[in-house]
């Protein structure tokens, strides 16, 4: 037989080709997809080998930006809004080297139980024929990822009072990414930037959950305000832990009272504080649920030159002579009062103007007391309002304490109206603070007919002077038919005990913090709530 070369080339290359097309049949069966998620492809199957040590350069991506990632447990952490059915944006990797693909999961197709139950997908960066597994759970909250680059410990002479005593923390400089899912607009908000921050808070500062102030830092150096969290603009933000309470509501749900309450009053401006959930990590450690506040300062209040601003402290205000001792010095605090605005005049005369209103007030209000005088400091609606907010929301803590008062100067009158605004609201709705260290410092009073207000206040609305009363009964009335109804405000405890449920976020949290001892049990609160307020109705209307 006549060997023929040409043919049995032709015959061997139609053999490679038919092992090379099974080959990339078998690949293409093996790679291909029911569908993409994150713009991610899926694994039809398992890979036969898995190699577990992931190289440390490698890095999980969302949208452009590295993932908060935990170093203990390996897990990346991502926001998602849970008002919408689909996932959104692109997960990628930081080399192009590898290919991401996700491992099969039914999850995948479940976004509502995949982000309350806190599951895990699996997601594997595949280069040649080495697969690594890279860990990612799924947040319904917004999600924030600090990075500390360096720190530095400012040093102030002690005669400069405010500063030596309150802004001496250590600051440290470095990096922030934030992940927020905002479930009004439906957009996945993705946003980095040099950050300043530190440790802050008094008792707070015993428990291992830290609270922060946080700045934002243009390259240049000075602050860069942004909106965030789906609240307004600023360049600083406080990150609250909510450590000692429970259900993790307290200071929600008492902010968004007051925030309606003002919200509903154009005459005048009281606007707070204001908090969005989120989940923080910081250095690649996951730190759990924190409260994200924009904060009350003259940024946020929109302060004019004239406009003063005050931070109490705690809740019995300073004797005369130690107030006079602050002026003689031209010092910034008198404790437990802080001048919070104007800045820059300390261990001046020019800072005593600025003390003034606080000085009037103290005066009629405590040291030499006189109703009539004390009323023609304020705006008796805000006073009406605040007196209404404290006694809603059982607020033990906040009597001369936690509260700022700012003083708005009336170019027609050439005098200042004084406001009072809440804030920091842990110890509210029954919870109060004792000295206990194992049970948190916090017990739960039961007691609905508790009246916390200072003394001051209370004899304007006791004596009726300027017609206190009858504005505090018409408030109360109004208030009582929306904002302050008991089944408002019951459910708002309910809206956001669904939202930290359904975000995965309150399981996480008492996972990494058993000692805070988070629950879901609302029954006490919601039945605190009930009796709270029909006690006020007859306190405030006679009923």
């Not at 017990?443 to 009726?464: H, R, T």
Request: glycine share 4%; net charge negative.
């Amino acid at each position: 037989m006549k060997f023929d070369q040409k043919k049995n080339i032709q015959l061997y290359i139609v053999a490679a080709l038919t092992v090379l097309l099974l080959f990339l049949l078998g690949y293409f069966e093996f790679f291909s997809q029911k569908e993409s998620f994150f713009s991610v492809p899926v694994l039809k199957g398992t890979p036969a080998t898995v190699e577990e040590n992931v190289p440390e350069n490698l890095v999980l991506r969302f949208n452009g930006l590295n993932l908060p990632w935990d170093k203990e447990t390996g897990l990346y952490y991502l926001s998602q809004n849970m008002n919408t059915d689909s996932w959104q944006g692109a997960l990628s990797l930081n080399s192009k080297d590898y290919y991401l693909y996700f491992a099969p999961d039914e999850m995948l197709n479940d976004k509502t139980m995949a982000i309350e139950s806190g599951h895990i997908f699996t997601l594997y960066a595949q280069k040649e024929d080495c697969y690594y597994p890279l860990s990612l759970t799924i947040s319904g909250l917004p999600v924030i990822s600090m990075a500390s680059s360096y720190e530095e410990t400012p040093v102030y002479d002690e005669n400069d009072v405010d500063n030596y005593y309150y802004n001496s923390e250590t600051r440290v400089y470095g990096d922030i990414a934030i992940f927020n899912a905002n479930p009004s607009s439906g957009r996945m908000e993705t946003f980095s930037d040099s950050l300043c921050y530190h440790e802050r808070g008094a008792t707070s500062a015993i428990f291992p959950k830290k609270n922060y102030a946080l700045k934002l830092l243009k390259e240049s150096g000075k602050k860069h305000s942004v909106s965030l969290f789906d609240l307004p603009e600023s360049a600083e933000w406080k990150l609250i832990s909510m450590f000692t309470d429970r259900t993790k509501l307290r200071d929600m749900v008492s902010l968004k009272l007051w925030k309606e309450m003002a919200d509903g009053e154009s005459a005048f401006q009281e606007q707070g504080a204001d908090m969005s959930y989120c989940e923080v990590l910081l250095d690649g450690e996951y730190l759990g649920l924190y409260g994200v506040l924009y904060p009350i300062d003259e940024d946020t209040q929109t302060l004019n030159e004239k406009d003063i601003l005050y931070k109490i402290l705690a809740e019995d205000p300073p004797s005369e002579s130690a107030f006079q001792y602050t002026l003689d010095n031209c010092y910034a605090v008198s404790y437990p009062i802080r001048l919070r605005y104007p800045k820059g005049y300390q261990q001046t005369e020019e800072i005593l103007p600025y003390w003034e209103p606080m000085r009037a007030y103290l005066t009629y209000g405590y040291w030499q007391p006189d109703a009539n005088l004390f009323s023609q400091l304020l705006d008796l609606r805000n006073v009406a309002d605040f007196y209404i907010y404290l006694q809603t929301t059982s607020a033990s803590d906040n009597q001369f304490k936690n509260t700022y008062m700012l003083s708005r100067y009336q170019e027609d009158r050439n005098a200042y109206t004084t406001y009072i605004i809440p804030w920091d609201m842990n110890y509210s709705f029954g919870d109060q603070y004792i000295y206990d260290s194992s049970v948190l410092y916090t017990a739960f009073n039961d007691d609905p007919s508790v009246i916390y207000m200072e003394s001051g206040l209370k004899q304007l609305f006791d004596e009726n002077i300027a017609g206190a009363n009858d504005i505090l009964m018409s408030r109360y009335s109004a208030y009582r038919q929306n904002t302050l109804s008991t089944e408002h405000i019951q459910n708002l405890f309910l809206e956001y005990s669904d939202l930290l449920v359904c975000s995965g976020a309150l399981a996480r949290d008492s996972e990494k913090w058993p000692d805070s001892r988070n629950t879901t049990d609302l029954n006490a609160l919601l039945n605190y709530v009930e009796k709270r307020m029909e006690f006020l109705d007859g306190y405030f209307l006679g009923e």
